[in-house]
């Protein structure tokens, strides 16, 4: 169930609403005069969500490729063009 408070909470109520984003890992949804207005969340939260946005951005980039071209890799190939990708960094000193 989301945490939905009164703006006024995030002055009045600080900590409990810092305790609510920390011990739950959710956000917080604040609403000004009956509206939503605004989220709070944990760094952690906010780091967690910018990473599944990026994952989610590049399968759905990589979705829209693959019906651009017939094209097919098994991951055996990609894992060895990784390693050999890595082998070249390593031994060119640009790790």
Do not use: C
Request: charged share 25%; net charge negative.
């Amino acid at each position: 169930m989301p945490h939905i408070r009164p703006v006024s909470d995030l002055r009045n109520n600080f900590t409990d609403i810092s305790r609510i984003v920390h011990e739950t890992a959710e956000p917080v949804f604040l609403t000004k005069n009956g509206y939503g207005d605004m989220v709070v969340m944990s760094m952690e939260a906010f780091e967690r969500f910018q990473f599944e946005s990026e994952v989610y951005f590049k399968l759905k980039e990589a979705e829209q490729e693959a019906q651009l071209t017939n094209t097919r890799y098994s991951h055996k190939e990609i894992l060895n063009e990784l390693k050999a990708k890595l082998a070249n960094k390593v031994n060119t000193g640009n790790v």
